[in-house]
């Protein structure tokens, strides 16, 4: 799903009951009629709606919302000394990227968070796990859950019948800061999503929504998807300790 001035998937994620696999990925043709969009989606495991969200009444608000939470830890950088600017003044899509960058190694932490220590209080990875839905619980995105927009194009593969997820997540992305050391924060690696519903809801169809705040592109990160798995209707291998659902190399498809 992209909102009108934004393109490819990216930060922001949540799942609703109904439907068959996770939609994403590269760029491709976008689907025009609605059983285009329903074929492709059963055919490939994915479908793009390009222009579908609205940037000011979906968007933006929630943008706002973000940018008001970073302010503040972006205040309290400034008067504990790591940083000398909060860049107010920049675009939403660079202003983290911009602070961050004055950060020292020690709030900047490890690039995935993966210790305790990087994803402290007032590290970069900690606020970003403040900003998670479940910490943040920020009202705009909740009311994205319920944009008649966004339940619109859910409606067009699952039909009228839609029940929301309590899984939901929103996550910033930042680059590594030493290219080709340590991983980029909030980097995670080919990884099926892992069922945490209750027996009941096992022989429902779920579909995976991923929506971009700013626009991303293959440089930057953009959400990668493996299509046509959803085909083989079989879990791929994965791992079975540390970070579950990741795939394990050889079990990718060609």
Known sequence: LAPQGL???????GSVRSARSAPGGPRRPCTTTVEQRQEHFLEHGFVIFEGALSLEQDIEPIRASIDALFNQQ??????????????GDMPFERRLAAVAEQLPDS????????????RAEGTLAGWARTTDIMTSRLPAMHRLFFSPRLLDCIGQIVGDEISLSPIQHLRPYIRAREPGGRRPW???EWHQDMG????????S???????PLVDVSQD??????????AR????????????????VPHALPP
């Open 107 to 118: 709030v900047f932490g490890n690039a995935t968070g993966s210790d305790a220590a990087s």
């Open 74 to 87: 972006a205040q309290a950088w400034l008067q504990q000394g790591h940083i000398t600017r909060v860049h």
């Open 232 to 247: 083989r209707r079989e879990l791929l291998r994965t791992t079975t300790g540390g970070r579950g659902g990741l795939i």
């Open 205 to 211: 169809e779920i579909v995976t929504c991923w929506i």
């Open 186 to 188: 909030m980097l995670h």
């Open 196 to 203: 945490v519903t209750t027996e009941e809801a096992d022989q």
């Open 7 to 13: 393109s490819s998937p990216a930060a922001a994620k």
């Open 220 to 229: 930057m990160g953009a959400l990668q998807i493996y299509p046509d798995v």
